[in-house]
């Protein structure tokens, strides 16, 4: 019953938003389709939860019906992938980057896409994200990623990121990492 009541609901969100998803040319037309992302984040509730993930399987590379986007979070580029049974808390925006399995990412997350986005001309002026380069972030299968965690670079199945945590180079799988740049606490190479 329970399963029944999941697929209806998730039918039901797809129709809905099957006309944003068609007018952000199913994720193709970028502003169109953070127009939407940043929309859909506000909707509240178990409704919200239904609506976001119906969206964002409409318009990313591949998102799965069955992993939850919380209130107030975004996916802001569409090349993102999102597999089966994953958690994202609310308040997240996720960039460019690929979700394993399960993983479990905590409230007001940062996923930003890789991390030389910005740069600077021969002047040491910024230049705009237009001249940056944008990277995909990969976490693997059952991982854990704390409160207010920015993540960087890619983080190895299985492994945990601790509340607060600024990763800026990869997690190997199988370790816990935290603090501000991110050490590893405990895990194979320790």
């Known amino acids: 019953m329970k399963q029944a009541a999941k697929a209806i609901a998730n039918g039901i969100s797809l ?49 799965c019906l069955s992993s939850r986007i919380s209130f107030g979070s975004y996916v802001n580029r569409s090349g993102t992938t ?22 479990q990412i905590a409230d007001h997350v940062q996923i930003p896409s890789g991390r030389r986005q910005h ?26 990623i704390g409160t207010s965690a920015i ?13 607060g945590a600024v990763v800026t180079k990869p997690v190997p799988a199988d370790t816990v990492v935290a603090g501000n740049p991110a050490r590893i606490i405990s895990g194979p190479t320790v």
């Open 15 to 63: 129709v809905f938003m099957f006309l944003p998803a068609a007018c952000s040319g199913f994720g193709r037309a970028g502003s169109v389709f953070s127009f939407f992302a940043q929309w859909v984040c506000l909707f509240p509730g178990l409704p919200g939860n239904y609506l976001r993930i119906a969206y964002y399987f409409l318009t990313l590379r591949h998102c």
């Open 119 to 144: 740069s600077r001309d021969d002047d040491q002026r910024m230049q705009g994200a237009a001249a940056g380069s944008f990277g995909t972030v990969t976490i693997g299968a059952d991982c854990w």
């Open 151 to 163: 993540v960087m670079e890619n983080i190895g199945p299985r492994s945990t990121v601790g509340a």
């Open 82 to 103: 999102i597999a089966e049974g994953v958690y994202v808390g609310s308040w997240c925006v996720l960039g460019q980057c690929e979700i394993g399995a399960r993983t």
